[in-house]
């Protein structure tokens, strides 16, 4: 059976990908990053919602951005807004996801995989630079000059299959593939038993995205 490393955040967005790669035949390798973030609940939402969907293994990799700060996800001095911000935002978080790209292409490569699933959305996105269709295929491309397997002719797909819906049709997607939202965690500030603030861009996109699907919101709120 063919292989993908699926990032797995514990989110709305990396599950419905995760739920996509395996309804394409893939066996998934889920792979989840304790980075110095705000809460250590979307890491145990990660790991149930990996079960759920039939990740053939889970895995949760240390790395510590909070030592160099730059997001209000990971420096406690500065605050998560609470209201739309143009340009890029403060929680964006420096390199993250090429930071994260980079050791699941490692996995990648360790495991023999095809592809690399990745969550990201250029429709219903806070303006993060490394959502991006650019992005994405710029790091395909390195990905396969940068590589033992690449060089020898095993190339690897790097996969964004919500790049361009909105909100609404990945949650339509993801109740068709049969994921519990309930389970998932997107505030940028939950608590620590999970329960959104309501109040940040993240939760806000979701609350949108639930009423415009037409589906009731299963977010536990603080």
């Keep these: 059976m063919k292989r993908a490393i699926v990032l797995l955040s514990g989110g709305l967005d990396s599950v419905t990908a995760l ?47 909070s ?27 420096p390199a993250r996801n090429t930071v994260f790209l980079s050791i699941a292409l490692g996995w990648a490569e360790v495991m023999s995989a095809q592809a690399i699933f990745v969550g990201v959305n250029a429709v219903d996105y806070s303006g993060y630079p490394d959502c991006r269709p ?36 990945i949650i339509q997607q993801g109740i068709r593939l049969g994921i519990d939202y309930s389970q998932t965690i997107s505030c940028y500030q939950a608590d620590q038993d999970g329960k959104a603030c309501g109040k940040c861009d993240s939760c806000r996109f979701r609350q949108q995205g639930f009423e415009q699907a037409g589906v009731i919101d299963p977010t536990r709120y603080q």
Excluded: W
């Design 67 to 93: 030592s160099i700060g730059g997001s209000a996800l990971t420096d406690s001095n500065i605050a998560v807004p609470e209201h739309y911000e143009e340009g890029i935002p403060v929680t964006y978080v």
């Design 19 to 65: 739920a996509m790669a395996r309804e394409q035949g893939f066996a998934c390798y889920t792979l989840s990053f304790n980075y110095g973030q705000r809460h250590y609940a979307e890491l145990d939402a990660a790991k149930i919602l990996s079960n759920q969907n039939g990740a053939v293994e889970h895995k949760v990799i240390d790395i510590d951005l």
């Design 134 to 169: 650019a992005f994405i295929s710029a790091f395909e491309q390195l990905a396969n000059v940068a590589t033992k397997a690449g060089v020898e002719g095993q190339k690897l797909t790097l996969e964004a299959p919500l790049m361009t819906m909105t909100k609404a049709d």
